[in-house]
C-alpha cells in the first residue's frame, strides 16, 4: 500500500472538491431564493421563508450534489478532482484496491450529510480531529464508516 497522504494535503484537496461544488451552487441557489435569508431583518419572517419547498428543493440538490461528486469520483478511480490535484486517492484499507460504488456512498455519506444538515461548522472539525490523532490510519469518521485510507500516489 502506499503511504498515508499528510493531513494538509488531504485538506486542501477537500476544500478544492468544496470549492467546485459550491461555486455552481451558489449559482443555482439566485433563483431558489437561497440568499433572502441572510438580508432579511425580521427573525419570524426568516424562520417562515427557510421554511418555504424552494429552500427544502435547494437543499436536497445540495445534498446530492457533494454526495454524488464524491461517490461518483471515488468509485471511478479512488480520486476526486482535489486529490488529484493533491496527488492523493481514496483506497480500501484491507487491499488499496478503489472503493466500490456501495463503500464510495456510505463514504460520502457520513463525509457530507451532517455537515449539510446540522453542523456546518463542527462536523468538519469533527473529521479533522479524528484525522490527526487517528492512529495507525489517520481516518476520519467516514474512512471509518467505508474501511478506507486516503494514500499518496506519484505524480
Not at 500500500?1 to 451558489?26: H, K, N, Q, S, Y
Not at 431564493?33 to 417562515?48: H, P, Q, S
Not at 427557510?50 to 445534498?63: A, D, K, P
Amino acid at each position: 500500500m502506499p503511504p498515508l497522504a499528510e493531513p494538509g494535503r488531504r485538506i486542501l484537496a477537500r476544500l478544492i472538491d468544496w470549492l467546485i461544488v459550491f461555486i455552481p451552487l451558489a449559482i443555482i441557489g439566485i433563483p431558489f431564493d437561497v440568499y433572502k435569508r441572510a438580508t432579511e431583518d425580521n427573525f419570524g419572517d426568516t424562520v417562515n421563508s427557510f421554511s418555504g419547498g424552494s429552500q427544502l428543493v435547494f437543499q436536497l440538490i445540495t445534498i446530492v450534489a457533494y454526495v454524488a461528486y464524491d461517490t461518483v469520483l471515488t468509485a471511478r478511480d479512488g480520486r476526486t478532482v482535489g486529490k488529484k490535484l493533491m496527488k492523493l486517492r481514496v483506497a480500501m484499507l484491507n487491499d488499496g484496491s478503489t472503493p466500490p460504488m456501495s463503500q464510495s456512498l456510505l463514504r460520502a455519506v457520513v463525509l457530507w450529510l451532517p455537515a449539510l444538515i446540522c453542523c456546518a461548522c463542527l462536523w468538519p472539525l469533527i473529521l479533522l480531529v479524528l484525522i490527526l490523532v487517528d492512529k495507525p490510519y489517520k481516518q476520519g469518521l467516514h474512512d471509518k464508516a467505508a474501511k478506507t485510507v486516503v494514500v499518496s500516489v506519484p505524480g
